[in-house]
């Protein structure tokens, strides 16, 4: 799933093709991703893109007024090309699920692969009376360590849970928290009240630290290259079995249903190898 740092890339990317140009057609391909009925999408349609922004792990896209928001779940993403003459109306079956095409022949495609479908559209005229834009916390990278401290203290959740939380802060997902927990040496399981002053103060570095790298090593990279150029800057994350880059010790990993997480037991927590079930205990 996009988190903070691949969605800003994202917004950048979107931003210098497509603000400024009126919307020619705007198909929904995959009628369960639109969640709202009222505006009609259509009525974006002849109305210029006025701006390109984030909140969360959600994409605005602004028409004069009017916004398309969007969510794009595990296995959503964008593409941005060009409209073609000869082009076929797009298949119901395959993994498009929104299109839009724009006067000078731009084209930005939603697609979603797999079975498992969670990609979600609204058309709204006010983005913050969603009810899940409502529902989230402040934007994780202008957390200051005064009231990251404040979320931590208030809840005894595990850090993995906690730094996940959408509610709490908004922006990081199951990678980056992964990253963000190995860089500040602390176990994905620790309880967030419990920290120290300066496992706080390391955690909310690293949270920095991880965010400004990512958004500067995705800078120029093309869509298309998002997801692998994400990959390739993993320590931990994805590498069960795999060297620990900061200690050589091996990745270990605790996987559930739909999930798993990795950690390094030498640099998070003390040699222990955490265990499957209190990993279920903690989902419950
Ligand atoms: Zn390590």
């Given at each position: 799933m996009p988190e903070l740092p691949e969605l800003d890339a994202v917004v950048d990317q979107l931003r210098d093709r497509l603000v400024g140009h009126r919307l020619r057609d705007f198909q929904?391909?995959?009628?369960?991703?639109?969640?709202?009925?009222?505006?009609?999408?259509?009525?974006?349609?002849?109305?210029?893109?006025t701006g390109v922004s984030r909140r969360g792990k959600f994409l605005l896209l602004e028409a004069e007024g009017r916004f398309a928001v969007t969510h794009l779940a595990l296995a959503g993403w964008l593409k941005l090309g060009e409209a073609h003459l000869s082009d076929r109306p797009p298949a119901r079956?395959?993994?498009?699920a929104v299109r839009l095409d724009f006067h000078d022949g731009a084209r930005l495609d939603l697609t979603e692969q797999g079975k498992r479908k969670g990609m979600a559209l609204w058309i709204t005229d006010?983005?913050?009376?969603?009810k899940r834009i409502q529902r989230l916390g402040p934007e994780v990278d202008v957390v200051t360590v005064e009231e990251f401290a404040e979320k931590l203290g208030a809840t005894s959740s595990r850090l993995k849970t906690v730094l996940t939380d959408q509610t709490v802060m908004a922006g990081i997902g199951n990678a980056w928290s992964d990253e963000i927990l190995h860089r500040a040496k602390l176990?994905?399981?620790?309880?967030?009240?419990?920290?120290?002053g300066e496992q706080v103060t390391a955690l909310h570095t690293a949270v920095q630290e991880v965010l400004t790298e990512v958004r500067d090593a995705l800078t120029n990279v093309p869509l298309d290259r998002i997801k692998a150029t994400k990959k390739s800057l993993?320590?931990?994350?994805?590498?069960?079995g795999q060297a620990c880059p900061e200690c050589g010790g091996t990745v270990a990993e605790v996987s559930y249903v739909d999930r798993s997480m990795q950690y390094c037991p030498i640099c998070q927590t003390g040699g222990k190898k955490l265990s499957d079930r209190r990993m279920d205990r903690l989902l419950k």
């Open positions: 929904v391909v995959a009628f369960s991703v639109l969640k709202t009925a009222e505006p009609p999408h259509m009525s974006l349609v002849e109305r210029e893109l079956s395959g993994p498009l006010a983005p913050d009376s969603l176990s994905p399981f620790a309880a967030a009240n419990k920290l120290t993993f320590g931990v994350h994805d590498r069960a």
